[in-house]
């Protein structure tokens, strides 16, 4: 596929990479080109061609970032996570009760929206296949044809993508996020761990 990152930073680069490995053909849409290495780069302005954009920029840069995009009907899979800094540290900008990705939805009614590749580090989602069994990665989005590429591309670069259902469920995948930075930043437990989803009766 043919797929927009938009934003070139860990994530923009991280699934870039992985993507590429795949067999994919993603472009970093950035919007200072000087800022990108190699040739797989373009403006930040609408894709010829894309069939999927991944928005990987800060939460807050997300309706300006879309807007320079024009994504029309192609899916957006939004990876962003919306932190804030909050009495007991960084948290979650919106709490429980709402989501980053509800709020885009809200701001661009029609976007083709699905949550996905927030749930973990960028050095993970880089080279997913390095961990045993596969890490996982949930996709929701109240667009099934949006959830249906997050899945897709999830499972290509080596998670074991699991569909959460409506894109209600962002404020849950979200928080998930939020307690892999937790884990990762102020637990000790560093950038190199993934959540795997484990069945009875598997080895
Ligand atoms: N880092 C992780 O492990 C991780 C994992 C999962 C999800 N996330 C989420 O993914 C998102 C990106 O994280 P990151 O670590 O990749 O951040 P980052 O390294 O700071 O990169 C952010 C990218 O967004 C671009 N950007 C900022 N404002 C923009 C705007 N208004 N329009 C277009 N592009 C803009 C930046 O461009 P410039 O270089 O021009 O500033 C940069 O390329 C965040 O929402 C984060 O919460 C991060």
Redesign the pocket.
């Known amino acids: 596929m043919h797929i927009g990152i938009?934003?070139?930073?860990?994530?923009?680069?991280?699934l870039a990479l992985a993507l590429r490995r795949a067999g994919h053909h993603p472009t970093?849409?950035?919007?200072?080109l000087a800022?990108g290495g190699g040739d797989a780069v373009a403006p930040?302005a609408p894709l010829p061609g894309a069939e999927a954009y991944i928005?990987?920029?800060?939460?807050e840069?997300a309706e300006?970032?879309l807007a320079?995009v024009e994504p029309g009907t192609v899916p957006v899979l939004d990876?962003?996570?919306?932190?804030a800094m909050g009495p007991d540290g960084l948290d979650l900008a919106f709490g429980f009760d709402d989501s980053?990705a509800e709020r885009i939805a809200r701001a661009l009614p029609g976007l083709r929206l699905a949550k996905v590749?927030?749930?973990?580090?960028?050095?993970?989602?880089a080279d997913a296949a390095r961990f045993t069994p596969r890490p996982v990665m949930f996709a929701a989005g109240d667009d099934g044809y949006a959830r249906t590429i997050a899945i897709q591309l999830a499972t290509d670069i080596g998670f074991e993508a699991v569909d959460a259902g409506p894109l209600r469920a962002a404020r849950l995948l979200e928080a998930h996020?939020m307690l892999w930075i937790d884990l990762a930043m102020r637990r000790g437990l560093g950038?190199d761990f993934a959540f795997a989803l484990r069945r009875a009766g598997t080895p």
């Not at 928005?55 to 939460?59: E, G, V, Y």
């Not at 990876?79 to 932190?83: I, M, S, Y």
Request: charged share 15%; aromatic share 2%; hydrophobic share 45%.
């Open positions: 938009i934003g070139g930073g860990h994530v923009g680069q991280a970093l849409l950035l919007r200072d800022r930040l928005l990987a920029t800060p939460h840069a300006e970032a320079a990876a962003t996570n919306p932190l980053g590749f927030n749930t973990t580090g960028a050095d993970v989602m996020a950038r």
